[in-house]
């Protein structure tokens, strides 16, 4: 009964090893608490949300000689009951900075671009001339987690800095730092602000769907912090996006418009 208890609940909450709130240790699980630094006011939740995190988490006995860890609250608003150990009793590891560290790394979700472009993806663009890209400005933040189990924490942060547009078969890849400017309908296409263009040289007519597959990416850059005066700087953290661009010769524009 006990056992099947434990399986069930560590299938529940332990789906993804530690999201909710415990660490696997060998055979067993260590219970800790996380905390999403970005979001003030909600300390010790677990990564999914929705309820209070694990307070007051300490060892039962069980059948079978299991042990298992039962906490006041859970991610879910609910008292957690699997096998393993609190931290802080007999036959706990030392829980380090470090070990969490891979936890907050986990809870650290930096987003995909949102990206827009002139002219818009939905129509065409034309060789020679510039098309401009640029991310959503509301993406453009900066980010961080918090793991913690007890008095011993590791916060990671991370920054956009960098905007890469691949536009892929053999065209030049453009970086731009920071995240571009909206293109300015009150200005020309040459007359524009923004350094975040690319001048395509060969139309997209002869490749697979008469489009090109462009990928734009954010570079992030990472560091971390934690108790006892660990941390450091991380290596850049990179999310990227595709979507489909149609470009036609520019000659095909002097025709339309003669």
């Known amino acids: 009964m006990h056992a099947a208890l434990a399986l069930s609940v560590i299938a529940c909450l332990i789906a993804a090893d530690d999201e909710n709130g415990a660490s696997r240790w060998g055979d067993s699980w260590v219970a800790f608490g996380t905390h999403d630094a970005s979001r003030p006011g909600q ?34 608003g609910q008292q957690n009951l699997f096998e393993g150990i609190a931290p802080g009793e007999p036959g706990a590891p030392v829980v380090t900075p470090e070990m969490l560290l891979e936890q ?36 453009w933040r900066p980010i961080s987690a918090r793991a913690t189990a007890g008095p011993v924490w590791a916060e990671v942060a991370a920054n956009p800095t960098t905007l890469v547009f691949s536009p892929g078969s053999g065209q030049k890849t453009i970086s731009c730092k920071g995240p571009g400017l909206p293109y300015d309908h009150s200005r020309s296409p040459d007359a524009q602000k923004s350094k975040c263009w690319h001048r395509f040289t060969r139309s997209s007519a002869k490749l697979p769907g008469s489009q090109y597959t462009v990928t734009v990416s954010i570079v992030w850059t990472a560091s971390w912090v934690g108790s006892g005066g660990a941390g450091g700087p991380l290596p850049p953290i990179t999310t990227s996006a595709t979507f489909p661009l149609r470009i036609a010769e520019g000659q095909a524009l002097i025709q339309r418009s003669t």
């Open 43 to 76: 300390s010790g939740s677990g990564s999914h949300g929705g309820g209070g995190g694990l307070t007051n988490c300490h060892t039962i006995p069980g059948a079978n000689g299991i042990t298992y860890i039962q906490c006041d609250a859970g991610p879910r």
């Open 104 to 139: 907050a790394l986990k809870q650290l979700t930096p987003p995909a671009p949102m990206t827009v472009t002139a002219p818009p993806r939905d129509r065409e663009g034309y060789t020679g001339l510039k098309h401009y890209f640029w991310a959503e400005r509301e993406q």
